[in-house]
């Protein structure tokens, strides 16, 4: 079974500067990659993913991230972040393996606190 | 375009009492529905899954149920609620598989208190 590492819990940014939200999952074989957010008391919102083609996926609010293969992590990227991207990010993984195709594997969530 | 919804946004029960979360999916057929929960603190835990009418799988066992009586229909029941059962209950469904919808699409979620 897959498993999928956010190594940071909280990231405390200025507002502004950039950010790299890191993700990390553990199996070689191949994969669709997610991303979401989650602001307080609501649903997750899908950011971005990864499905086929090009290793770098733009998704909304000016957020993208970077599939690489050889170290199995698709870190997430903001260039410059406003107050309003405080909120909870999580990363997901799922198997293209047919038998596996109906389990989304999430981290433990990275809480971004973007400060004035 | 498809759309998911899910009721109440907040619950307050006793412990022992009954539970009863409902989840509809409109514009689509044939959906792959979830229920995860999370806890205070905690990531997101996979409860069940069902890939048609009927059909239930069970991540972990627990006091709670599902069942899928129609098509776009998922209700998550406890018979008797316990306060560990507290958490946020997400509803979700799948897109299609080798398609541009792949990836899972979310309700907005009930937030559930035992007391």
């Known amino acids: 079974a897959q498993s999928v590492t956010q190594l940071d819990s909280q990231v405390p940014v200025f507002e502004e500067a950039p950010v790299e939200l890191r993700c990390n999952y553990s199996s070689s074989v191949s994969v669709y990659l997610f991303w979401y957010v989650q602001y307080p008391n609501q649903g997750l919102q899908l950011l971005l993913k990864y499905l086929s083609g090009s290793t770098l996926v733009k998704g909304i609010n000016g957020f993208e991230a970077e599939f690489n293969k050889s170290q199995t992590s698709f870190h997430l990227r903001k260039p410059s972040v406003h107050i309003s991207d405080t909120a909870e990010y999580f990363c997901a993984v799922s198997d293209v393996l047919k038998r596996n195709f109906n389990k989304f594997y999430f981290g433990s969530g990275t809480k971004l606190n973007v400060k004035p | 375009s498809q759309t998911i919804h899910q009721w109440p946004a907040t619950l307050v029960q006793p412990v022992g009492s009954p539970l009863s979360l409902e989840c509809t999916v409109e514009?689509?057929?044939?959906?792959?529905l979830y229920w995860y929960r999370q806890a205070a603190g905690r990531g997101l835990q996979l409860l069940f899954y069902?890939?048609?009418?009927?059909?239930i799988s069970s991540e972990v066992p627990q006091n709670l149920s599902a069942s899928r009586p129609q098509d776009r229909q998922f209700i998550l029941s406890s018979k008797k609620l316990l306060l560990s059962d507290s958490g946020f209950y997400l509803c979700?469904?799948?897109?299609?598989?080798?398609?541009?919808?792949?990836?899972?699409?979310f309700g907005s979620g009930t937030r559930l208190t035992v007391v």
């Open positions: 069902s890939v048609g009418i009927g059909q």
């Open positions: 514009g689509t057929s044939n959906p792959n």
């Open positions: 979700a469904w799948r897109g299609k598989t080798g398609t541009p919808n792949y990836g899972y699409t």
